[in-house]
């Protein structure tokens, strides 16, 4: 059963979620994600959704973001990150319910 991290975060101002937007397309999504969303859900909020296929690959995801969040950069951008994980229980992707 696939997992997922969804991360909500607090940016500083409000062009510091277009800023983290522009370096998240150039760089990537982590490794082992199978879906990655980013919604902005108020003028310096936004939400994230990635799901993995394992734990153990969820648990990379955390490493990695743990060590990015903590460079000077990300430290100047963001105000606030709450990381919470958990299993996948339905997927529908295009309208149509994905059978794990």
Avoid at 16 to 27: A, R
């Amino acid at each position: 059963m696939s997992v997922a991290n969804i991360v909500m975060c607090e940016f500083k101002d409000a062009s510091g979620i277009q800023e983290f937007c522009d370096w998240y397309k150039e760089h990537g999504s982590f490794p082992d994600n199978t879906i990655s969303l980013w919604v902005q859900t108020g003028e310096k909020t936004a939400i994230s959704i990635n799901v993995y296929p394992t734990e153990e690959a969820r648990a990379n995801a955390d490493k990695i973001r743990d060590e990015n969040t903590a460079t000077k950069g990300f430290r100047e951008t963001l105000h606030d990150i709450v990381p919470i994980s958990g299993t996948v229980m339905v997927t529908y992707l295009n309208g149509k319910l994905v059978e794990e």
